[in-house]
C-alpha cells in the first residue's frame, strides 16, 4: 500500500508541473507576386578561342589530323605533329582528332 501512495504521489507531481507548451509560431511567409518572363529571343553565340595542343608521345602510323568546321561553316584539317598546337576561333562546333590532345579555352574572338 505504501508503494501505491507513492507510485500515486510521484504521478500527481509528474502530471501537475506539465505546463502546457505552446507551439512556436511558423516564419510568417510573405506571397510573391508572379513575375511576367518575357525571355526574349535567344541570345547569340560568342564564337570562343581555344589553344588545342597534341600531347601524343609517340609517332603513330599515319600523320596526326585535326578536322574542325571554322567560323564559315567550312570543314577545315590541318596536320598537328606531337607538341605542336593551333588556336581556334570555334563557334559551336565539333572538332575530330585521330590524337590525344588538351583543349584550352582562352576567351571570346
Do not use: D
Request: contains cysteine; charged residues 10%; positive net charge.
Amino acid at each position: 500500500m505504501k508503494k501505491l501512495l507513492i507510485i500515486a504521489a510521484a504521478s500527481f507531481f509528474t502530471f501537475t508541473s506539465c505546463s502546457k507548451i505552446e507551439p512556436t509560431p511558423a516564419p510568417q511567409q510573405h506571397s510573391v507576386s508572379q513575375a511576367k518572363l518575357n525571355p526574349g529571343p535567344p541570345a547569340p553565340i560568342t564564337p570562343q578561342q581555344f589553344v588545342i595542343t597534341n600531347t601524343e608521345t609517340n609517332w603513330g602510323i599515319v600523320e596526326y589530323r585535326l578536322t574542325y568546321t571554322n567560323l564559315n561553316n567550312e570543314v577545315r584539317t590541318v596536320v598537328l605533329n606531337m607538341g605542336q598546337s593551333i588556336t581556334l576561333c570555334l563557334n559551336n562546333s565539333v572538332i575530330t582528332t585521330n590524337f590525344a590532345y588538351t583543349m584550352v579555352f582562352i576567351g571570346n574572338c
